[in-house]
């Protein structure tokens, strides 16, 4: 069955960096596309980045364009969020995420677009 496990997470300070994990299982990770997302308490689930199946196509959310990249590891099965300048803002569950459909070009971006969730790792920025 498909796992996804998220590791990386922790408590930070405003400017640090931190890079997310994401270790896939259970299905043939290098057929799909793969995002982040988070949430914070109260608020609902927002797109974070995306990437494609081989890694060409990559998708950001504005609020962490430049500052936030994804990428992937097919052999190793894993996908990765590494963020830097992190800002009070940023205080969420991460979570990842796997496409529901194999081969897309593009990065997905919708919630709807993917249909296996992992339990999520939370991020935490003092100011």
């Known amino acids: 069955q498909v796992q996804l496990v998220e590791s990386g997470g922790g408590l930070v300070q405003t400017g640090a960096s931190v890079r997310l994990s994401c270790a896939a299982s259970?299905?043939?990770?290098?057929?799909?596309?793969m995002g982040w997302f988070r949430q914070a308490p109260g608020k609902e689930r927002e797109f974070i980045a995306a990437?494609?199946?081989?890694?060409?196509?990559?998708k950001y959310a504005d609020s962490v364009k430049d500052r936030f990249t994804i990428s992937r590891d097919n052999a190793g099965e894993t996908v990765y969020l590494q963020m830097n300048s992190l800002k009070p803002e940023d205080t969420s569950v991460y979570y990842c995420?796997?496409?529901?459909?194999?081969?897309?070009?593009?990065?997905?971006?919708?919630?709807?677009?993917?249909?296996?969730w992992g339990q999520g790792t939370q991020v935490t920025v003092s100011p």
């Open positions: 259970g299905f043939h990770f290098d057929k799909y596309a």
């Open positions: 995420a796997a496409d529901r459909h194999v081969y897309r070009l593009m990065a997905p971006t919708r919630d709807q677009d993917f249909n296996s």
């Open positions: 990437i494609n199946w081989n890694g060409d196509s990559t």
